[in-house]
């Protein structure tokens, strides 16, 4: 047997990974999906414009991508209103929560975030001897209090925070944003991912000031632009911060197809509010279908619903089963009290029809001991 050299922090971690895709689940039933509602996927998917240049750059995909990303970068840099040395491009929001934690996260330094929130941040702050130090959600939304408290009290290198709120659809207004990134602690730095921002109402998102180097604000691609499947997201922050992650970030790490996508995404702002209008329609769609079911939807600023089941977290994890038995891919928060809910993306109308269809057998069943 090879025996390797591994580090001792790596031999301690869980062979594990944040989330179970749905592909691996399809593998284990045997079937694909009948409706794949629950990775928070941009079911309505890129514009034709997008398309096209996908497949207009697929020719010279022998060539590396350009590792500066300069004309993405700018045009994402001039949608903003900032200097493209104030913009990051990187591998999804995932791939650069991954360059955060590792600029500033050596072993045993504290990062404070919310119990049962994106659990990919996690797995970065583990994977670099990091310690996490959660507090529990107040009314279903991230508690901006106890999250600056615990990191006065922890003296943590890092607040996390995702507003909108994933797992739970919840949302600061800009005016709470903007007095908690006022009294961030000296010598801690709020990672705020929007990358939900998008499907928000105006007045959700604070205006950008990348003056202020006490956050760092992250977007992406993969939501409403409909490019998860590309994995381009960005930060935009302080140029001098900003330039830190050339030290640590791969060069290469979003190639040539990638940028060309992601630039027809930004260009086509007309697809981006025909996506957002479909995404309210289909979010009002999954609210009346949990209300005909007697489940109380919690309001959301994204484009999933989460649905109390209006018990606790076994009521709610044996919904999940059943649903995802009948070939409905859903998902659930992970934490007390939060996993009393399901999550419920956005789907195209077959999908939310056999949602609608399945959601009452399911209970029901459930109910009836089957």
Same mark, same amino acid.
């Given at each position: 047997?090879?025996?390797?050299?591994?580090?001792?922090?790596?031999?301690?971690?869980?062979?594990?990974?944040?989330?179970?895709?749905?592909?691996?689940?399809?593998?284990? %039933?045997? *079937?694909? !999906?009948?409706?794949?509602?629950?990775?928070?996927?941009?079911?309505?998917?890129?514009?034709? *414009?997008?398309?096209?240049?996908?497949?207009?750059?697929?020719?010279?995909?022998?060539?590396?991508?350009?590792?500066?990303?300069?004309?993405?970068?700018?045009?994402?840099?001039?949608?903003?209103?900032?200097?493209?040395?104030?913009?990051?491009? &990187?591998?999804?929001? +995932?791939?650069? #929560?991954?360059?955060? =934690?590792? #600029?500033? /996260?050596?072993?045993?330094?504290?990062?404070?975030?919310?119990?049962?929130?994106?659990?990919?941040? @996690?797995?970065?702050? =583990?994977?670099?001897? &990091?310690?996490?130090?959660?507090?529990?959600? %107040?009314?279903?939304?991230?508690? $901006?209090?106890?999250?600056?408290?615990?990191?006065?009290?922890?003296?943590?290198?890092?607040?996390?925070?995702? @507003?909108?709120?994933?797992?739970?659809?919840?949302?600061?207004?800009?005016?709470?944003?903007?007095?908690?990134?006022?009294?961030?602690?000296?010598?801690?730095? #709020?990672?705020?991912?929007?990358?939900?921002?998008?499907?928000?109402?105006?007045?959700?998102?604070?205006?950008? +000031?990348?003056?202020?180097?006490?956050?760092?604000?992250?977007?992406?691609?993969?939501?409403?632009?409909?490019?998860?499947?590309?994995?381009?997201?960005?930060?935009?922050?302080?140029?001098? $911060?900003?330039?830190?992650?050339?030290?640590?970030?791969?060069?290469?790490?979003?190639?040539?197809?990638?940028?060309?996508?992601?630039?027809? *995404?930004?260009?086509?702002?007309?697809?981006?509010?025909?996506?957002?209008?479909?995404?309210?329609? *289909?979010?009002?769609?999954? =609210?009346?279908?949990?209300?005909?079911?007697?489940?109380?939807?919690?309001?959301?600023?994204? @484009?999933?619903?989460?649905?109390?089941?209006? %018990?606790?977290?076994? !009521?709610?994890?044996?919904?999940?089963?059943?649903?995802?038995?009948?070939?409905?891919?859903?998902?659930?928060?992970?934490?007390?009290? #939060?996993?009393?809910?399901?999550?419920?993306? /956005?789907?195209?109308?077959?999908?939310?029809?056999?949602?609608?269809?399945?959601?009452?057998?399911?209970?029901?069943?459930?109910?009836?001991?089957?």
């Amino acid at each position: 047997m090879t025996h390797y050299l591994l580090t001792d922090l790596v031999k301690s971690l869980p062979a594990t990974v944040p989330f179970v895709g749905p592909e691996t689940q399809e593998r284990g %039933r045997g *079937a694909a !999906f009948r409706a794949r509602i629950g990775a928070n996927e941009n079911v309505f998917g890129p514009s034709a *414009a997008v398309s096209e240049a996908i497949a207009q750059a697929a020719g010279d995909a022998w060539m590396y991508g350009d590792p500066e990303n300069y004309v993405l970068r700018h045009a994402i840099a001039e949608h903003h209103g900032v200097a493209p040395d104030e913009i990051m491009i &990187g591998e999804g929001i +995932d791939g650069l #929560l991954g360059y955060v =934690v590792r #600029l500033f /996260v050596e072993p045993g330094d504290r990062v404070v975030t919310s119990a049962g929130a994106y659990p990919t941040f @996690n797995y970065h702050v =583990v994977g670099y001897d &990091g310690v996490l130090v959660t507090v529990p959600y %107040r009314d279903d939304r991230e508690d $901006l209090e106890a999250l600056l408290e615990a990191a006065i009290a922890n003296q943590a290198k890092l607040i996390y925070l995702a @507003n909108p709120d994933n797992p739970m659809g919840s949302w600061w207004d800009a005016h709470a944003i903007d007095s908690m990134i006022a009294r961030v602690p000296d010598g801690t730095l #709020l990672v705020l991912d929007e990358a939900y921002g998008e499907f928000s109402e105006p007045g959700t998102m604070p205006e950008i +000031d990348v003056s202020c180097d006490r956050v760092l604000r992250f977007r992406t691609f993969s939501k409403a632009y409909g490019l998860a499947g590309i994995r381009v997201g960005y930060a935009i922050g302080e140029s001098d $911060l900003i330039g830190e992650f050339n030290k640590v970030r791969n060069h290469f790490g979003v190639g040539r197809v990638a940028q060309a996508a992601a630039l027809a *995404a930004l260009k086509d702002q007309a697809h981006l509010a025909l996506v957002i209008d479909q995404v309210n329609r *289909a979010r009002e769609r999954i =609210v009346k279908i949990a209300l005909e079911n007697d489940l109380a939807p919690l309001a959301s600023a994204t @484009n999933f619903v989460a649905i109390d089941c209006g %018990r606790d977290g076994d !009521f709610a994890v044996a919904v999940l089963n059943r649903l995802v038995q009948e070939g409905v891919f859903v998902r659930m928060p992970g934490v007390a009290p #939060l996993d009393r809910c399901i999550r419920v993306t /956005v789907g195209l109308d077959h999908e939310l029809d056999t949602f609608a269809e399945l959601l009452p057998e399911v209970l029901s069943g459930i109910t009836a001991g089957a």
